[in-house]
């Protein structure tokens, strides 16, 4: 018997029914061990030792390997084909000698690029043994992460308080996307216009045109730059007796299809036409690698989906050229098959294009076995593929120079024409810029000299605009210009991104939190080298010579190590005022922006003396006044509303915003967002006290809070009137779980349609009339079996957590394992509840009979709870009841327990 372990157990089954009798196949789920997540884990010291250690998640599997290969002939890894998937195996066969569980069981290393019978038969007979320097490769990059990770973001934690981590590739990426908005913060639009004019032939056609000389001189960009030069431009077109074809210029272009996709390729037209992110390109791109059910046979659509290379076998390239001469004819074929080349960082990693296991099998054949997603990326790497063996598309491109007959203007159209489709019938790349092209317009049929005649002219305004900001596409097109990461690891950064909160997908387009503009300010002032693009490409290319065996891995090590530890300790005697003087002039003009009045944008709003600027406290960062403590102004690290972006002021996410001033107290009035949501402030507070706040009622968005809404907030709670019968007064107020009216020691909590600031008497008397609400929703009975015989009641079956039951009067009694509900009979339900209620009655469990403890629960969690006392008491007396869990699983649930205490 040979045992092979494979990452996936989807792969698992599908390689199993390749293999057949004779091999067991099992998966890692991945990586069976990894650095543990704490300081010593990589050693510079001890020339770079580094302790591994198996996850726990990972102990079954490798358990499970160890049991199968008792008495095995062969291990076969066959892990991913790149140097991840090397790294994997590495780890796996030393995992299990250091378990003694090969005891001369030999080791062989099988690669396959597509998960299909052939290739995997073929991988098997191509055995190898592990490839030392793609492990090498692995070891220095990982080790390099942890260095960066492990070192650096604890100084982030103590020199600036709030920020989460720092990493070699994630904080260059940081970078771009922070770059990208500052250029948007100061540009400035400029003002330019263009005059355009519909001309007519003679058969009828119109076509448009654009003014591109004016007096003989040709118009440069900005040199109609307001609506009077413009509208002196429009006269001088219209003063032109007629006009005229003055030169007409045919070209003929091909435009060659593009080559089949790359990991990055296919990550950036996956954004563009289906919309998906790079991780969501990556996980169903790995389904549709590892096999899909298709008439009973797993099989793998596609080849391996983490590659750099654009090369296609031969068998797919004459399978593609078969296919396109039978469905779109011989002249859709090149005369000679397209090769297309990469430059490969790295022989001995250069895969495959991604491209179908079998081009033949059509996306409309498969279509029935995939769910949505797959489908559409199937589609988009089967028609990228079978296009790029398409001949080249033919176009007439025209550019047509129109005078009038003073000389004096000069319109130019240009346009194209598609003489033979050639690729473009299947496929066209998608954009980042969905602009109109002039050039694909289409020219009526033109000759030189040919009179026309205007028909309009239309003056039109434009202004400059800023750099757009990144998409997913567009980040990993530039990462992948720029050297930085790899493809395969793109997915992973860009969502660590996200999850530190550094950044956030505003309308498809990557917008830098406050957060991650600190980390990357700070990085640049005192740690500049280690996210300078250049420095971080050198890396990588550093690691492609580890893995080509061309450079020493721990010499690699050694020389960044000498010199990043000793930019770490130059960090040591860096006070926080330093990296406060240093990150506000850095990023002042970003929260302290012009508006054009004139006014000190730093200026304290409240004392009207102070200062504003960046402060540090144990939660992060903040601005604040700089007459603390006599003026206790603060506001969170944003730009405040009205300033900066306006898409993303009226997120509403923007930081406090100055409301007006309390006419009774002369305080200012502000709308904040803190941890636990938004909320509005009284003041500053005076003398060390807290200023007082009030929560936003859920539903209620910061940006549409007005003064007199938050001085009506601030007054609560406040009294709606007396009850008609009682005459006791009903109050209204916003407790911990929102909004509720008051009536002596009974509190209801308003619904989601009634405002606690213009809730009536009328509307209070009747909610509080209203029945209680506690606990499940009643069960509807599976069916009735009859009556009982005793009261006449009704015993009903029902379908409960732990299986069918039967119920009568407060009895409940579980249906026999393997029963029918449908089928049970009247009789078997009087026995079944009969020997229950004989039972005797338990502390603890489901009860036989009717329970007191259970109706005295119901009874709490009906009550109201706005102030959450009687609840607490409540919960109080209970305590006790859970006692009688057992150790082990109290343990565990206490901090859970304590959690929601708290919430």
């Given at each position: 018997?040979?045992?092979?372990?494979?990452?996936?157990?989807?792969?698992?089954?599908?390689?199993?029914?390749?293999?057949g009798d004779g091999y067991t196949v099992l998966a890692s789920y991945g990586h069976v061990r990894d650095l543990p997540?704490?300081?010593?884990?990589?050693?510079?010291?001890?020339?770079?030792?580094?302790?591994?250690?198996?996850?726990?998640?990972?102990?079954?599997?490798?358990?499970?390997?160890?049991?199968?290969?008792?008495?095995?002939?062969?291990?076969?890894?066959?892990?991913?084909?790149?140097r991840e998937g090397e790294a994997i195996s590495w780890h796996l066969a030393r995992v299990l000698e250091e378990r003694k569980a090969l005891k001369g069981i030999p080791v062989k290393r099988v690669v396959f690029n597509e998960v299909t019978k052939s290739a995997v038969t073929e991988a098997f007979k191509n055995a190898r043994a592990l490839n030392d320097e793609l492990v090498d490769a692995y070891m220095a990059r990982r080790a390099l992460d942890y260095l960066v990770g492990f070192t650096l973001s604890p100084v982030l934690w103590r020199k600036l308080p709030g920020s989460?981590?720092?990493?070699?590739?994630?904080?260059?990426?940081?970078?771009?996307?922070?770059?990208?908005?500052?250029?948007?913060?100061?540009?400035?639009?400029?003002?330019?216009?263009?005059?355009?004019?519909?001309?007519k032939t003679g058969p009828g056609a119109t076509f448009s045109a654009r003014l591109t000389h004016l007096d003989g001189r040709k118009l440069d960009r900005f040199d109609l730059a307001n609506e009077a030069a413009a509208k002196a431009a429009v006269a001088a077109v219209t003063a032109e007796p007629g006009y005229a074809v003055a030169k007409l210029e045919h070209r003929q272009v091909r435009r060659h299809p593009q080559p089949p996709f790359t990991t990055s390729t296919l990550q950036q037209e996956a954004s563009r036409k289906l919309g998906f992110s790079a991780s969501r390109t990556m996980q169903v791109a790995q389904r549709l690698y590892e096999g899909i059910d298709l008439g009973g046979e797993a099989v793998g659509l596609i080849t391996y989906m983490r590659t750099d290379g654009v090369a296609l076998s031969n068998d797919a390239i004459t399978a593609a050229r078969r296919l396109?001469?039978?469905?779109?004819?011989?002249?859709?074929?090149?005369?000679?098959?397209?090769?297309?080349?990469?430059?490969?960082?790295?022989?001995?990693?250069?895969?495959?294009?991604?491209?179908?296991?079998?081009v033949l099998r059509l996306p409309s054949q498969v279509a029935g076995a995939l769910d949505a997603d797959?489908?559409?990326?199937?589609?988009?790497?089967?028609?990228?593929?079978?296009?790029?063996?398409?001949?080249?598309?033919?176009?007439?491109?025209?550019?047509?120079?129109?005078?009038?007959?003073?000389?004096?203007?000069?319109?130019?159209?240009?346009?194209?024409?598609v003489r033979f489709d050639g690729f473009l019938r299947l496929y066209q790349e998608g954009r980042d810029d969905e602009a109109d092209d002039e050039e694909n317009r289409r020219l009526p049929p033109l000759t030189e000299r040919e009179a026309l005649s205007r028909l309009d002219v239309r003056p039109e305004q434009h202004f400059t605009e800023p750099p757009p900001r990144y998409t997913e596409a567009s980040l990993v097109k530039k990462l992948e210009e720029l050297g930085i990461g790899r493809p395969s690891t793109y997915a992973s950064i860009i969502q660590v991104l996200q999850d530190r909160e550094y950044v956030t997908l505003e309308k498809k387009r990557f917008q830098p939190q406050d957060r991650g503009r600190l980390v990357t300010a700070f990085l640049e002032n005192f740690f500049e080298r280690y996210v300078q693009y250049s420095f971080t490409a050198d890396l990588e290319n550093l690691l492609d010579e580890i893995s080509g065996g061309r450079a020493d891995w721990k010499q690699v090590l050694r020389e960044f190590w000498d010199h990043f530890s000793l930019a770490i300790a130059g960090t040591k005697d860096l006070t926080i005022s330093q990296v406060l003087e240093a990150l506000d002039t850095e990023l002042g003009p970003h929260f302290f922006p012009e508006d054009g009045s004139g006014k000190d944008a730093r200026l304290c709003p409240s004392c009207?003396?102070?200062?504003?600027?960046?402060?540090?406290?144990?939660?992060?960062?903040?601005?604040?006044?700089?007459?603390?403590?006599?003026?206790?102004?603060?506001?969170?690290?944003?730009?405040?509303?009205?300033?900066?972006?306006?898409?993303?002021?009226?997120?509403?996410?923007?930081?406090?915003?100055?409301?007006?001033?309390?006419?009774?107290?002369?305080l200012p009035v502000s709308v904040r967002k803190g941890p636990y949501g938004s909320y509005i402030q009284l003041g500053e507070g005076d003398n060390g006290e807290k200023p007082k706040r009030v929560s936003l009622p859920k539903g209620m968005k910061p940006q549409d809070v007005a003064l007199d809404t938050a001085l009506g907030l601030l007054a609560l709670p406040r009294d709606i009137g007396s009850h008609p019968e009682t005459g006791e007064m009903i109050v209204a107020g916003i407790g911990r779980f929102g909004p509720y009216i008051k009536l002596g020691k009974t509190f209801k909590s308003l619904a989601a349609d009634d405002d606690v600031l213009t809730i009536g008497i009328n509307r209070a008397v009747s909610l509080l009339a209203e029945p209680a609400k506690g606990g499940r929703a009643a069960p509807t009975p599976l069916k009735t079996l009859g009556a009982h015989p005793a009261d006449q009641a009704p015993i009903q079956v029902f379908k409960g957590r732990y299986g069918p039951y039967v119920a009568h009067d407060g009895v409940y009694a579980t249906l026999p394992k393997g029963a029918d509900p449908e089928s049970f009979t009247l009789?078997?339900?009087?026995?079944?509840?009969?020997?229950?209620?004989?039972?005797?009655?338990?502390?603890?469990?489901?009860?036989?009979?009717?329970?007191?403890?259970?109706?005295?629960?119901?009874?709490?969690?009906?009550?109201?709870?706005?102030?959450?006392?009687?609840?607490?008491?409540t919960a109080a007396k209970k305590a006790p009841a859970a006692k009688p869990a057992a150790k082990k699983t109290a343990a565990k649930k206490a901090p859970a327990t304590k959690k929601a205490a708290s919430a």
């Open positions: 018997m040979n045992v092979v372990v494979v990452e996936s157990p989807a792969k698992a089954k599908t390689i199993n029914k390749y293999l997540a704490k300081d010593g884990s990589v050693r510079p010291e001890e020339d770079f030792a580094m302790s591994w250690e198996v996850e726990d998640r990972a102990e079954k599997r490798v358990r499970d390997i160890v049991h199968a290969l008792k008495g095995a002939e062969t291990l076969f890894l066959a892990t991913d084909p790149d989460r981590s720092a990493g070699r590739v994630q904080s260059v990426a940081l970078r771009l996307i922070c770059e990208r908005e500052a250029e948007i913060e100061v540009f400035r639009p400029r003002e330019y216009w263009s005059v355009e004019s519909t001309f396109i001469g039978r469905d779109y004819g011989e002249k859709y074929v090149p005369a000679a098959p397209r090769q297309y080349k990469a430059v490969a960082k790295n022989a001995q990693e250069a895969h495959e294009a991604i491209r179908p296991t079998d797959q489908l559409r990326l199937y589609e988009l790497i089967w028609k990228r593929t079978v296009a790029c063996q398409m001949e080249s598309a033919v176009l007439d491109q025209v550019v047509v120079d129109i005078n009038g007959a003073s000389g004096r203007v000069t319109f130019r159209a240009t346009g194209s024409v009207g003396q102070g200062r504003l600027s960046l402060k540090l406290g144990k939660f992060g960062a903040f601005i604040g006044c700089s007459n603390y403590p006599e003026c206790r102004f603060t506001r969170p690290l944003a730009v405040e509303q009205g300033q900066g972006d306006s898409e993303a002021a009226s997120n509403g996410d923007t930081g406090p915003r100055a409301l007006g001033t309390d006419p009774v107290t002369s009789e078997q339900a009087l026995e079944l509840l009969a020997a229950q209620k004989a039972k005797p009655k338990a502390g603890k469990g489901r009860a036989g009979t009717k329970a007191a403890p259970k109706k005295a629960a119901a009874k709490a969690k009906a009550e109201p709870a706005a102030e959450g006392t009687a609840a607490r008491k």
